[in-house]
């Protein structure tokens, strides 16, 4: 326990010097059947269509298509997604997820293209949250520790590289997060659709981060006005009348419903208006402010990155780590 203590102590030392991402990434929030998402030193530009060993990248920041090869791309995709300092058994079961539901993301782009992606398989941006970092950019943000970082990171997606998590022979919708809030959620809370693999799984290990837990205050006049794009909601009365004592909360924690000034609101609806970290939070006004206590990092479907750390530090191996949250899988 002590020594698990002092792994805990790196993290949170970590979570200062590289802070995540609201989650943030290509994944975040969005129906993965349906939504968008949200770069190596080797990438080219390319007019090859039928290749299936690249990515196909659009860059939303110069609108540039570009591909980049799958394991390079694999790579970066896990270095941005997770952090070095986790177990390399977690950084396994990262690179299988990543390679799956890019995967995926790819096959469904090339059978019915979205002609704003310009050819391309999904987008990215090298500014802000990329969905992944090319070499050069892991060497700015590592400086010294880059060949330590990039060769663990380099090695754990070599061993696993190619292969994909199924069901009923299809690859899945292999979803992410940070940190859940003790469990994991149904999928259909979140997006309205509902996958057989992307069900609720406790993950204990989730509550020793750091980061577990976040808390946001806001005054009326803030609470207001980042609420003033949602429709139907008119704020009347004095602020410690606008909260409704009508919370209600999935099994696995996630807001569905809360009302303010008797508007009906979801917790993914404050969450993106909000900055929350999670839709699993409660809330009180308190002197003169609209506490909201977070807790959990992303939208809580799938694979928990911390929590995957958590079970690889207790002996798992990464087939098992997604296994465990993905379920009735097969790896292949």
């Not at 290749?51 to 920041?61: I, T, Y």
């Not at 400086?143 to 690859?171: C, H, M, R, W």
């Not at 981060?209 to 005054?219: E, T």
């Not at 009347?236 to 209600?248: A, I």
Request: proline letters at 5%.
């Amino acid at each position: 326990m002590k020594r698990y203590l002092i792994w805990a102590g790196v993290v949170y030392l970590m979570l200062l010097l590289f802070p995540l991402p609201l989650l943030g990434r290509s994944q975040a929030d969005k129906d993965p059947h349906t939504g968008k998402p949200s770069t190596s030193s080797s990438s080219t530009k390319s007019n090859d269509k039928s290749s299936d060993n690249v990515f196909r990248l659009l860059d939303s920041d110069t609108g540039k298509v570009y591909d980049v090869s799958e394991i390079d791309f694999v790579t970066g995709a896990v270095a941005a997604e997770t952090y070095p300092t986790y177990h390399t058994e977690a950084l396994k079961a990262q690179a299988v997820a990543s390679y799956t539901y890019y995967s995926v993301l790819r096959k469904r782009q090339r059978a019915n293209p979205d002609k704003g992606l310009k050819g391309a398989d999904f987008e990215d941006t090298q500014s802000g949250f990329p969905v992944f970092y090319t070499t050069n950019q892991l060497k700015e943000r590592w400086g010294s520790s880059f060949d330590t970082y990039y060769n663990k990171i380099k090695g754990a997606v070599n061993e696993v590289f190619g292969k994909l998590i199924t069901y009923d022979d299809q690859p899945i919708t292999a979803v992410y997060h940070a940190i859940s809030a003790g469990t994991t959620e149904d999928a259909a809370v979140v997006w309205g659709t509902s996958y057989p693999y992307l069900q609720p799984v406790a993950s204990p290990g989730d509550k020793l981060s750091p980061a577990y837990q976040s808390v946001v205050s806001l005054k009326p006049d803030e609470l207001k006005s980042k609420l003033s794009d949602i429709k139907d909601l008119t704020f009347s009365g004095e602020p410690d009348t606008w909260l409704g004592d009508d919370l209600q909360t999935s099994v696995s924690g996630t807001v569905t419903h809360i009302s303010i000034c008797k508007a009906p609101l979801t917790g993914m609806q404050l969450r993106q208006a909000l900055g929350l970290r999670s839709a699993c939070f409660s809330v009180k006004y308190s002197d003169g402010s609209f506490v909201f206590t977070v807790q959990g990092y992303g939208h809580n479907v799938g694979m928990s990155q911390y929590g995957a750390d958590y079970l690889a530090r207790q002996g798992l191996k990464y087939d098992e780590i997604l296994h465990y949250y993905y379920t009735d899988v097969v790896i292949k």
